[in-house]
């Protein structure tokens, strides 16, 4: 590798815009009334006062971005999860605390909170919690679980309040989970989702977590209160309902699909894990041929086109 | 044979250093970044100064060990210098960097360093966790150390006001005395830091933030003959993080360039499966 020259192959038009920190990216004068050269400052930038100007500073490695008078830089690398209410999330227990447990929703950031008050216990939504349920916290929820939640809350801080307080949230068992960096995965309405032909039941977390497992047959719902149980039931038989051969390799395919995405850097959307899916299954692929560079690229041709 | 010149004295005649470098020339420098793909961790870096190797990793913004180390105003940085029992040929003792002084020591200044230059307040109540790994050490082991730490962090995406660019400068031991006007040596070896004859050397690792011109750390412990010394070696050792700073910010360009070509699926795709 050389490093007195950057070489001319990786200059493309990207590259134009790409900024180190400490890298000044505008100048307004105070002495200017108007303010035509002002700036609104974005995420990875800051302002630097002196005694005749302001001026607007890269603080990460990034690629600039302008929206009117906003300049922001986007990082290079994977970003950071930045949790907003509402968010269906995918992450692991990590330790359990006198009333709350934490959970790990990606390897090298702050865990989250998932207060007691924040699940439903056995035996009606309205109960209180008492010192007996505080401390078979564990009987619930245990280190190394997988859990679905939302976000319920952020804190002045920075760090994420969750709640389970929804049949569809919960331990997650019998599945795979696939990570992939937190940008690849847009905000939808449903987080959801049963997908190729009903396959497969799919959880797409907001924090780049995606957790997958073989669609149930539905129970016979009678909605009304019993809905809770029922679910729990179907939740109960999946977990201890071991995954034939021919549903395992499925599951790896689509886990694959995924990946491939991933390795590209494209948006990880129901449309296009379907899409690399059947085209997998179109071109005859073996599951582990799906990660040799040659075919990732030639899986994810469409999608990449459709990025730009 | 007895007549036949040492390469030192050759060296020497022509008025250069031990390892043949003129007197104001940094050592090569090889610099890598993320080298490791682990999902632990949120950066990497590989910095090669000459025969020194650093390896820095980080890890965060996380959550405190202990409620009382939070700081509710911004990140608290935690760095580790530890030393691969192989990193010197003189000294194989495998040092260990909770009571090791000179660790401590080098932990402390290159903490001073990074926080200098980061923006911890965007991070309160968290924790960035910075661990510096010397696997060959032939001098200058701090100012790898801060190089590394730098592209470390920024491999990880946690925001800075500045590159912090290191390289030290001094005067061999033998010419330390008032009256000579010996060259000041930029980027000292092992050798050149190490005392010779009873006279020790003069060494002086200098971190700068090379785009505002911030001085954040010069550290002296030789005692130097007089003020225009000391300028004279500190403008040295301000030149030579220039020039590391040329070569830091290059890869750094260049490492981001590759990123992005492989986002966009043009150039070759690192899988486990290849």
Redesign the interface.
């Known amino acids: 590798m050389s490093h007195d020259t950057i070489s001319p192959s990786s200059s493309s038009s990207s590259v134009k815009h790409l900024v180190i920190p400490g890298q000044i990216l505008a100048v307004s004068s105070l002495s200017d009334p108007n303010g035509q050269d002002s700036f609104l400052r974005g995420h990875g930038t800051y302002v630097e006062k002196t005694e005749t100007e302001d001026r607007l500073v890269a603080s990460v490695l990034g690629i600039v971005q302008r929206v009117n008078k906003l300049v922001s830089v986007e990082s290079v690398s994977d970003g950071v999860y930045v949790g907003q209410v509402g968010d269906l999330v995918v992450g692991r227990i990590t330790s359990v605390t006198s009333q709350r447990w934490k959970v790990r929703l990606i390897p090298h950031a702050r865990d989250a909170a998932l207060p007691l008050s924040g699940v439903h216990l056995p035996g009606g939504v309205q109960r209180m919690r008492t010192a007996q349920d505080s401390r078979d916290m564990r009987s619930y929820l245990q280190e190394g679980d997988l859990v679905s939640a939302e976000v319920h809350k952020t804190q002045q801080d920075g760090s994420l309040l969750l709640h389970t307080r929804s049949v569809r949230y919960g331990k997650l068992e019998n599945g795979c989970i696939v990570t992939v960096p937190p940008k690849l995965i847009p905000r939808r309405k449903n987080h959801f989702t049963t997908i190729l032909n009903q396959q497969f039941q799919v959880l797409w977390g907001c924090n780049g977590v995606i957790w997958m497992q073989r669609a149930m047959p539905d129970l016979e719902a009678t909605g009304g209160p019993e809905l809770v149980e029922l679910q729990e039931r179907r939740r109960v038989e999946h977990a201890s309902m071991p995954l034939s051969p021919e549903e395992r390799r499925n599951l790896a395919r689509l886990r694959n699909a995924i990946e491939c995405l991933r390795l590209v850097f494209c948006r990880v959307t129901q449309e296009a894990v379907e899409q690399v899916y059947e085209t997998s299954l179109a071109l005859n692929l073996n599951v582990s041929q799906m990660l040799v560079p040659v075919n990732v690229i030639r899986l994810t041709e469409p999608s990449r086109k459709a990025e730009g | 044979m007895s007549s036949s010149i040492r390469r030192t004295d050759l060296l020497a005649l022509s008025n250069l250093r031990n390892d043949g470098r003129k007197p104001h020339e940094i050592r090569r420098?090889?610099?890598?970044m993320s080298p490791l793909s682990v999902?632990?961790?949120?950066?990497s870096a590989l910095v090669e100064m000459g025969l020194t190797v650093v390896l820095a990793t980080v890890?965060?913004?996380?959550?405190c060990l202990r409620r009382a180390d939070e700081n509710?105003d911004q990140a608290v940085l935690d760095v580790t210098v530890q030393s691969a029992p192989f990193s010197s040929s003189a000294d194989r003792r495998v040092a260990n960097p909770k009571t090791d002084r000179r660790l401590i020591e080098a932990s402390h200044m290159l903490k001073r360093a990074m926080e200098a230059a980061i923006?911890l307040h965007l991070?309160?109540?968290?924790r960035i966790e910075l661990v510096v790994s010397v696997l060959a050490d032939d001098g200058g082991r701090l100012c790898a150390a801060i190089n590394a730490a730098t592209l470390a962090l920024?491999?990880?995406?946690?925001?800075?006001?500045?590159?912090v660019c290191a390289c030290s400068a001094g005067l061999p031991g033998t010419s330390a005395t008032p009256d000579s006007h010996a060259l000041t040596l930029v980027d000292l070896n092992r050798q050149e830091e190490s005392s010779t004859g009873g006279q020790a050397a003069t060494h002086m690792p200098v971190a700068l933030?090379?785009?505002?011109n911030t001085l954040v750390l010069a550290q002296c412990e030789a005692r130097l003959p007089n003020l225009d010394t000391l300028e004279r070696v500190l403008d040295a050792a301000t030149e030579g993080c220039r020039a590391v700073f040329d070569?830091l910010?290059?890869?750094?360009?260049?490492?981001?360039?590759?990123?992005?070509?492989?986002?966009?699926?043009?150039t070759?795709?690192?899988?486990?499966?290849?």
């Open positions: 420098m090889r610099v890598q999902s632990t961790i949120s950066g890890r965060g913004p996380v959550d509710p923006l991070y309160p109540k968290s920024m491999d990880a995406g946690i925001p800075m006001k500045d590159f933030l090379p785009q505002r070569i910010q290059a890869a750094v360009r260049e490492h981001a360039a590759t990123v992005l070509a492989a986002r966009s699926g043009t070759r795709i690192v899988s486990a499966f290849d």
